[in-house]
């Protein structure tokens, strides 16, 4: 069964410290795995997809195929990096259909 | 600018009630979704539909319904409304580029 787990509810920093939101998936296939975002009174949108490669607000992901995992990491921690994350999955034979994990609230204090 | 609306931001029924949820794009997309979101489930899907008067059904679509007559509307339909469908519901469409999906800003949905 397809199915994306983010472990951590909430998770609490400190502004400057590090954070990694963890992510794990089930897929047999090649899947593709997303973040993405929701801001406070802002839409859900997407923040990065693992093929790109690319850092996006300091955020970078490593797609683990052997852990099967995705987790997000940014080395220091701002307070407007507080939101809603989730992690999402997919596959270009569904046609856009995403299987989103339960998300995690990231709150970085001052 | 990429817009996806949704009819109201806030909506109280009562139970038992027909409630319509409607999702307009301006972005010309083939794909729309249904989600409701709820805190610990993240977001489940529906339905989607990828055409007109085409629909699937996504992993929870009991008691719900949809409607897509039009290529930029689609519209949920819970036809008798309970309390266990409180909850908030995203639309969300993807075009050409499948795997960004645009998001409408949600209707938090209150069932009394």
């Known amino acids: 069964a397809q199915r994306v787990t983010q472990p951590e509810k909430l998770l609490s920093v400190f502004k400057g410290a590090p954070v990694e939101l963890k992510c794990n998936y089930s897929?047999?296939?090649?899947?593709?795995l997303f973040w993405y975002v929701q801001y406070s009174r802002q839409r859900l949108q997407l923040l990065l997809r693992?093929?790109s490669r690319e850092s996006i607000k300091g955020f970078t992901a490593d797609l683990n195929k052997g852990e099967t995992s995705f987790h997000l990491k940014k080395p220091f921690a701002q307070e407007e990096d507080s939101a809603m994350y989730y992690c999402?999955?997919?596959?270009?034979?569904?046609?856009?259909?995403?299987?989103f994990g339960q998300g995690t609230e990231l709150s970085v204090k001052p | 600018d990429v817009k996806v609306t949704q009819s109201s931001r806030y909506l109280v029924k009562r139970t038992g009630e027909k409630v319509f949820l409607e999702c307009v794009q301006d972005m010309d997309h083939e794909n729309m979704f249904w989600y409701r979101q709820d805190p610990g489930l993240g977001l489940r899907l529906i339905y989607f539909?990828?055409?007109?008067?085409?629909?699937e059904k996504g992993d929870i679509p009991e008691g719900y319904s949809v409607s897509r007559e039009k290529k930029e509307r689609f519209s949920l339909i819970l036809e008798s409304a309970s309390t266990n469908q409180t909850s908030m519901y995203l639309c969300?469409?993807?075009?050409?580029?499948?795997?960004?999906?645009?998001f409408g800003p949600g209707t938090r949905l209150t069932v009394t």
């Open positions: 969300a469409s993807t075009g050409t580029v499948y795997y960004e999906q645009y």
């Open positions: 999402a999955l997919s596959s270009i034979n569904q046609g856009g259909k995403l299987i």
């Open positions: 693992h093929i």
């Open positions: 897929y047999s296939g090649s899947p593709e």
């Open positions: 539909s990828y055409d007109v008067k085409m629909k």
